[in-house]
């Protein structure tokens, strides 16, 4: 559970410190006045990187040369003092104080699910946006997974930055297409275990939303492998350079969501594209807790608006009672039967307990 949150010169905040905060929070106010920005910052605390941005710079307040932003978290796995500072450069982390940590020494140690309204492009966007997701699921059920990761990104970068080059050579292409390999050999069994580990908890959660007998499921599909050396790899070879792209290998695979067998990108409706988004983030927070023995912080931004009442209802009634949320809301608020919240009116650098 996050017990205190303190913001510095980070987005419209110059300065915000939440201290004892509960398991139901919800954040209030009008458009603008810095509710996702809190959430943000908390996903940036546990993930290293913004549901809305993927340039750290872009959160830094107007006229600041950085920001900072920390927290206080205990939960099952023990109590942990975050940092992330950015001083226009680069990224720092603390941790318990100590700067300097490393990426390893930092990921994992605080864990959150994000289920916002841009969350339909898990569904209906790029293969790239669904890798992403399921790749930063995978790291968080499986740490040492990052490593691997973060060295496919690199890989798939130089690859494409040799092929881009009029005269590409075959030796570097064969030294990279061979760690392409390699890493093809370990990412795909996880993805696809993950599909299986995923897919109960993904049925179980879109049932009680919808109240439906629909199956609601998820596929792996993993892209060509890198074939083997020999005619195969040199027909790749060929065709890659020729086209000065990748064609082959982990970084290509995708993932399709279907409804009652079908596709729900291709035929869902807009209330059934938004069910099937907070059913995978129910799911997730599920299959964490169950992983990794340990509860997730649920931050919620501008996810239930699509909803019906009914539907909204049966979200908070899915969602654990232990489970710390954390509800950014200009209008709603959440029902007597989603437990006991408190109420912050938030604007920028102020967060005021409400009575309403």
Same mark, same amino acid.
């Given at each position: 559970m996050l017990r205190r949150l303190r913001?510095?010169?980070f987005r419209c905040h110059a300065a915000l410190d939440l201290e004892g905060l509960g398991p139901r929070i919800l954040l209030s106010g009008a458009n603008g006045r810095g509710k996702t920005s809190i959430l943000e910052s908390v996903a940036v605390l546990a993930r290293l990187r913004s549901f809305r941005t993927a340039a750290l710079r872009d959160l830094t307040?107007?006229?600041?040369p950085g920001w900072r932003v920390e927290?206080?978290?205990a939960d099952e796995a023990g109590p942990v003092h975050l940092a992330?500072?950015?001083?226009?450069? +680069? &990224?720092e982390l603390e941790v318990d104080g100590r700067a300097g940590a490393t990426m390893d020494e930092?990921? +994992? &140690?605080?864990?959150?699910?994000?289920a916002h309204g841009a969350d339909t492009t898990m569904l209906d966007g790029g293969a790239g946006e669904r890798r992403a997701g399921f790749d930063l699921l995978l790291a968080e059920l499986e740490p040492h997974r990052l490593a691997d990761l973060r060295r496919l990104k690199e890989v798939a970068r130089q690859r494409s930055a040799l092929l881009r080059h009029p005269k590409p050579s075959r030796d570097e292409w064969e030294a990279w297409t061979a760690q392409l390999a390699e890493l093809g050999e370990i990412l795909r069994p996880a993805r696809e275990t993950l599909a299986g580990v995923l897919l109960p908890h993904l049925e179980k959660a879109h049932r009680d939303l919808a109240a439906d007998t629909e199956k609601f499921s998820v596929q792996y599909q993993p892209a060509d492998p890198v074939p083997p050396?020999?005619?195969?790899?040199d027909r790749l070879w060929e065709r890659e350079r020729e086209r000065g792209l990748n064609l082959a290998g982990p970084q290509k695979d995708d993932w399709e969501f279907r409804l009652a067998g079908k596709s729900l990108a291709k035929f869902g409706s807009e209330g059934q594209r938004r069910t099937g988004c907070l059913a995978l983030r129910l799911a997730e927070l599920g299959l964490i807790r169950e992983k990794r023995r340990r509860g997730p912080v649920l931050l919620v931004d501008d996810a239930l608006k699509e909803l019906d009442a009914s539907r909204r209802e049966a979200f908070w009634r899915v969602v654990p009672e232990a489970t710390q949320v954390l509800y950014a809301s200009a209008h709603d608020r959440p029902g007597a039967g989603s437990g006991s919240w408190v109420i912050l009116e938030i604007s920028p650098g102020s967060a005021r307990p409400s009575a309403s």
């Amino acid at each position: 559970m996050l017990r205190r949150l303190r913001l510095t010169t980070f987005r419209c905040h110059a300065a915000l410190d939440l201290e004892g905060l509960g398991p139901r929070i919800l954040l209030s106010g009008a458009n603008g006045r810095g509710k996702t920005s809190i959430l943000e910052s908390v996903a940036v605390l546990a993930r290293l990187r913004s549901f809305r941005t993927a340039a750290l710079r872009d959160l830094t307040r107007h006229g600041a040369p950085g920001w900072r932003v920390e927290g206080a978290w205990a939960d099952e796995a023990g109590p942990v003092h975050l940092a992330v500072i950015w001083r226009g450069e +680069g &990224r720092e982390l603390e941790v318990d104080g100590r700067a300097g940590a490393t990426m390893d020494e930092f990921w +994992g &140690r605080a864990l959150a699910v994000v289920a916002h309204g841009a969350d339909t492009t898990m569904l209906d966007g790029g293969a790239g946006e669904r890798r992403a997701g399921f790749d930063l699921l995978l790291a968080e059920l499986e740490p040492h997974r990052l490593a691997d990761l973060r060295r496919l990104k690199e890989v798939a970068r130089q690859r494409s930055a040799l092929l881009r080059h009029p005269k590409p050579s075959r030796d570097e292409w064969e030294a990279w297409t061979a760690q392409l390999a390699e890493l093809g050999e370990i990412l795909r069994p996880a993805r696809e275990t993950l599909a299986g580990v995923l897919l109960p908890h993904l049925e179980k959660a879109h049932r009680d939303l919808a109240a439906d007998t629909e199956k609601f499921s998820v596929q792996y599909q993993p892209a060509d492998p890198v074939p083997p050396k020999g005619p195969q790899r040199d027909r790749l070879w060929e065709r890659e350079r020729e086209r000065g792209l990748n064609l082959a290998g982990p970084q290509k695979d995708d993932w399709e969501f279907r409804l009652a067998g079908k596709s729900l990108a291709k035929f869902g409706s807009e209330g059934q594209r938004r069910t099937g988004c907070l059913a995978l983030r129910l799911a997730e927070l599920g299959l964490i807790r169950e992983k990794r023995r340990r509860g997730p912080v649920l931050l919620v931004d501008d996810a239930l608006k699509e909803l019906d009442a009914s539907r909204r209802e049966a979200f908070w009634r899915v969602v654990p009672e232990a489970t710390q949320v954390l509800y950014a809301s200009a209008h709603d608020r959440p029902g007597a039967g989603s437990g006991s919240w408190v109420i912050l009116e938030i604007s920028p650098g102020s967060a005021r307990p409400s009575a309403s």
